[in-house]
């Protein structure tokens, strides 16, 4: 089993920034992706980003790519994820989320989910 811990939400007005972490402890030895989802009031779920471990490469949903970064650190098993130029848009709460095999796109195949952290971006 793996615990995800995210940390580092709260408020701020758009143009400003954040940035979330996450901490995965537990059996991480076969986690390989490591993504952050968001939900905002009313609307289901949407895929965020994520990190592969192996090679660090990163993928970013349309909407939040040139403004979002995510780093990790597999050995530490955590992932941060860089918010800037936030948008009252993204207000949501943001969830990290955890991935040994399956479609990184796609929630469904995330096996462990964090408890969500809120993101408040004000105009």
């Known amino acids: 089993q793996v615990e995800l811990v995210e940390s580092g939400g709260g408020s701020v007005q758009a143009g400003g920034s954040l940035r979330l972490s996450c901490a995965a402890s537990g059996g991480t030895f076969g986690i390989n992706v490591m993504g952050w989802f968001r939900q905002a009031p009313g609307q289901e779920r949407e895929f965020v980003g994520c990190?592969?471990?192996?090679?660090?490469?990163?993928y970013y949903a349309d909407s939040v790519t040139g403004r979002f970064t995510i780093s990790g650190d597999s050995a530490k098993n955590t992932v941060d994820l860089q918010m800037n130029s936030l948008k009252p848009q993204d207000t949501a709460v943001y969830y990290c989320?955890?991935?040994?095999?399956?479609?990184?796109?796609?929630?469904?195949?995330?096996?462990?989910w964090g408890q969500g952290t809120q993101v408040t971006v004000s105009s």
């Open positions: 990190i592969m471990w192996s090679g660090g490469k990163e």
């Open positions: 989320a955890a991935l040994e095999y399956g479609n990184l796109w796609d929630q469904a195949d995330y096996e462990f």
